[in-house]
T-cell receptor, first 113, second 111 residues
């Protein structure tokens, strides 16, 4: 298994542009988590899905952020319009559910200029 | 806000020494997990300890959990330069499978 795969690895975009981050889960995992990591705020949970259903999106900063999970193996996180303060490393992680460790992707480093 | 708080924020030791990192949390948990993050990489799951367990071992790692004090410790024995990384504790609450991560401890093992 190739693990959790995120794309792109790096994204540099101009303020106001739409950004789409992608994540492919490990086969058989039924929970998907999107985290954002910054020096100032550490690791923040943005949203998580269980069996393709969004369970908790209270961490999504604003309406500019949206996440979808169209099938059991794929998810997208979209920022529209992007702002410089969105610059961070975005991780997705998947798991079998409760009491199982997460498998993280390598992250997408987003820079909004 | 982060539930877990690691202590110390940074630790620098010599190869061969033991490294101990601590984590405190605030609410009831189902389990506590430790992760390692190398610079520029994703987090890697190290070990999970359930709320009814007090100690767990995995190779050179030893984790303890004291639910009465709401604290955990991660001990890395006979450290190696390759152990240099940030170490995070994460707690799973009693409802739901989401993890809340602490701020991390930056461990530097000098050769």
């Amino acid at each position: 298994d190739a693990g959790v795969i995120q794309s792109p690895r790096h994204e540099v975009t101009e303020m106001g542009q739409e950004v789409t981050l992608r994540c492919k889960l490990i086969s058989g995992h039924n929970s998907l988590f999107w985290y954002r990591q910054t020096m100032m705020r550490g690791l923040e949970l943005l949203i998580y899905f269980n069996n393709n259903v969004p369970i908790d999106d209270s961490g999504m900063p604003e309406d500019r952020f949206s996440a979808k999970m169209p099938n059991a193996s794929f998810s997208t996180l979209k920022i529209q319009p992007s702002e410089p303060r969105d610059s961070a490393v975005y991780f997705c992680a998947s798991s079998f559910g409760r009491a199982s460790g997460y498998t993280f992707g390598s992250g997408t480093r987003l820079t909004v200029v | 806000s982060q539930q877990g708080e690691e202590d110390p924020q940074a630790l620098s030791i010599q190869e061969g020494e033991n490294a101990t990192m601590n984590c405190s949390y605030k609410t009831s948990i189902n389990n506590l997990q430790w992760y390692r993050q190398n610079s520029g990489r994703g987090l890697v799951h190290l070990i999970l300890i359930r709320s009814n367990e007090r100690e767990k071992h995995s190779g050179r790692l030893r984790v303890t959990l004291d639910t009465s004090k709401k604290s955990s410790s991660l001990l890395i024995t006979a450290s190696r330069a390759a152990d240099t990384a940030s170490y995070f504790c994460a707690t799973e609450g009693t409802s739901g499978s989401r993890l809340t991560f602490g701020e991390g401890t930056q461990l530097t093992v000098n050769p």
